[in-house]
């Protein structure tokens, strides 16, 4: 693992491990890309709204956030989430429709290979 400063989230650094793992163990270029976008810095790391998952997303699909989900906006279908965090609203407006919030991890477990897995961010 790398050196890491006291103010960095050990959790975020263990997760792109584990991605970059996954990518390798699976063949999967997903994995990778999510490990990539999740190893910027604090400043550029992606927040996504919900307006913007409903908007570029249909009924069923599967998200990745490689990054915080944020609250704003109203999702009008049911979609399964994965995401390095998430705010409370965010969570209240996903499961208000009948969609499903996952953690990041949970998603590698149900779907390795990472198909019909969309990054939005």
């Known amino acids: ?17 584990e991605l ?7 063949n999967a270029k997903i994995w990778a890309a999510v490990a990539k976008e999740l190893s910027r810095s604090r400043k550029n790391r992606r927040s996504v709204d919900i307006w913007r998952i409903n908007r570029y997303t249909s009924k069923g699909d599967t998200v990745i956030v490689p990054g915080k989900l944020l609250g704003d906006g109203i999702l009008d279908h049911k979609v399964k989430i994965a995401a390095f965090s998430f705010t409370e609203s965010a969570r209240k407006k996903v499961d208000v429709v009948g969609g499903k919030v ?8 149900k779907n390795p290979r990472g198909s019909g897995v969309r990054i939005i961010g």
């Open 20 to 26: 970059k793992e996954a990518s390798r163990g699976n």
């Open 1 to 17: 693992m790398p050196k890491t400063h006291e103010y960095e989230n050990p959790g975020r650094l263990k997760l792109i491990d």
């Open 102 to 109: 996952m953690t990041i991890p949970e998603l590698i477990k």
